[in-house]
């Protein structure tokens, strides 16, 4: 057995330097790597792309990192719940570029899978779509989309192992199974850490081997963005 | 009397269909769940990873790791399951969803639609929507006819970026519910009270009205 455990935060961001480029799972603020972002924070590098859905909202998230200025540039489908990054992005001091989700989603899986690029039909005719290669299909537009290259990506899963094995909960699942796949360096952390072989291998969402290091989170805020709840009768 | 929101997504859930996948976008969109049609089963999907979604959690019992695309708390149905981005775009992308509804802008009336970016102002990103229009077969907008200032979202052509090209099928407004065809927005349905003549004021693109238009039934 391969043990990818490491013992804390700071020894699982080791290497971590200025101007990487970094995937972040999560949708909103649902299972994101909350451990790692706050480490990331207290390292101070800068000049960071970082891939991920959303922008964290202003104290949460990776809005942590855009109020220290840590980001030079976020690749992103949907931004809308952080008025930080929109004041930051509409001054031109970070640079942003938004992608359809499912490409986005795409990018990070072609990367993990070794398939350079592949064609898409989504941004089709939009400002997506330009400067990009269009190649028609079964007499559909498509447009030519490119793996993301990432030097690390970090997820946060529910349950791990100490192979790197992965089981994330409900729909804190997102982005973090193809991002664990497309990191050189994947960095997972988990709620609940346990030997080897405690596991069932039926139940793996992500196999070890795309993950370098994991490590169990010392807290797990998970904040609530949109708290919707219906009165018990 | 033009339709509020809920009427309008009251109008909508009359198209859906038993054994229908269905993916419901922020806002308008949303509602229609609360009006499905007794006697059929359809099932939600929501792109940031579920299948089977339910109504809103009781107090108390809200789960962080349980969220729709809204970023809602939510819950899940008898035979719900869970997957990852990649896996939901292979639904959409893959035409496994049958209908999707969202809002929109803009719509034109060749099918174009606009609903993700206002140059210079707000800042959100596409989402999942440009994913959505792409790929879906069926695609109905939900939209309010006119934006705040008064001015009709139904256009010859959209002004602000698009979203996709040629791809909304049908649009149910406040006012109307109408086609997207080759010469222009085709008037099926008059929301209850409102005349053909409202509309047409309210419609900038071409609208084509033939013989008597009913009105909309809703219960």
């Given at each position: 057995m391969i043990n990818k455990v490491v013992n804390s935060v700071d020894e699982a961001i080791e290497g971590v330097h200025d101007n990487m480029t970094f995937m972040l799972g999560g949708f909103g603020l649902c299972g994101i790597p909350e451990n790692s972002i706050?480490?990331?924070?207290?390292?101070?590098?800068?000049?960071?792309?970082?891939?991920?859905?959303?922008?964290?909202?202003?104290?949460?998230?990776?809005?942590?990192?855009?109020?220290?200025?840590?980001?030079?540039?976020?690749?992103?489908?949907?931004?809308?719940?952080?008025?930080?990054?929109?004041?930051?992005?509409?001054?031109?001091?970070?640079?942003?570029?938004?992608?359809?989700?499912?490409?986005?989603?795409?990018?990070?899986?072609?990367?993990?899978?070794?398939?350079?690029?592949?064609?898409?039909?989504?941004?089709?005719?939009?400002?997506?779509?330009?400067?990009?290669?269009?190649?028609?299909?079964?007499?559909?537009?498509?447009?030519?989309?490119?793996?993301?290259?990432?030097?690390?990506?970090?997820?946060?899963?529910?349950?791990?192992?100490t192979a790197g094995n992965l089981i994330f909960k409900a729909t804190a699942k997102n982005f973090n199974p193809m991002m664990a796949m497309a990191g050189k360096i994947t960095v997972a952390e988990v709620e609940e850490l346990v030997p080897a072989g405690e596991l069932d291998p039926n139940e793996i969402h992500t196999p070890g081997i795309f993950v370098q290091r994991i490590f169990q989170g010392e807290k797990f805020e998970k904040r609530i963005e949109q708290r919707t709840v219906r009165p018990r009768a | 009397m033009a339709l509020d929101k809920n009427g309008i997504a009251q109008r909508i859930a009359q198209e859906l269909q038993d054994g229908w996948y269905v993916n419901l976008g922020i806002g308008i969109p949303t509602l229609v769940a609360n009006y499905i049609p007794e006697g059929i089963s359809v099932e939600f999907q929501s792109e940031n990873g579920v299948l089977g979604m339910g109504p809103f959690p009781f107090e108390g019992d809200e789960d962080a790791d349980l969220i729709n695309a809204g970023k809602q708390t939510i819950t899940t149905m008898p035979g719900a399951v869970f997957f990852d981005s990649a896996t939901s775009f292979a639904m959409i992308r893959g035409q496994h969803v049958q209908l999707t509804v969202l809002g929109a802008m803009e719509v034109a009336q060749n099918g174009d639609i606009a609903n993700w970016k206002i140059p210079g102002k707000m800042v959100k990103g596409m989402g999942g929507a440009m994913d959505l229009v792409a790929s879906a077969e069926n695609i109905i907008v939900a939209m309010m006819h006119t934006n705040k200032a008064g001015e009709s979202k139904l256009l010859e052509s959209c002004t602000l970026p698009l979203t996709g090209v040629g791809c909304v099928k049908k649009v149910v407004t406040n006012l109307a519910v109408l086609e997207v065809t080759e010469q222009g927005f085709k008037l099926l349905e008059r929301a209850p009270g409102v005349t053909v003549e409202e509309i047409k004021a309210a419609t900038a693109g071409t609208l084509i009205v033939e013989g008597d238009i009913p009105e909309m039934q809703l219960d």
């Open positions: 706050t480490a990331l924070q207290k390292s101070g590098i800068t000049g960071l792309t970082c891939i991920s859905n959303n922008a964290g909202v202003d104290d949460f998230g990776l809005g942590l990192l855009l109020q220290t200025r840590q980001i030079k540039k976020m690749i992103s489908s949907y931004v809308g719940e952080n008025d930080l990054f929109e004041k930051q992005m509409l001054s031109g001091e970070l640079e942003v570029e938004l992608i359809p989700q499912g490409t986005l989603a795409e990018r990070c899986r072609a990367a993990g899978a070794g398939v350079p690029a592949f064609y898409t039909p989504a941004g089709y005719g939009t400002e997506v779509a330009e400067g990009k290669e269009v190649r028609e299909f079964n007499g559909k537009p498509h447009i030519l989309e490119h793996a993301f290259d990432a030097d690390f990506a970090f997820v946060k899963a529910w349950k791990g192992d | -």
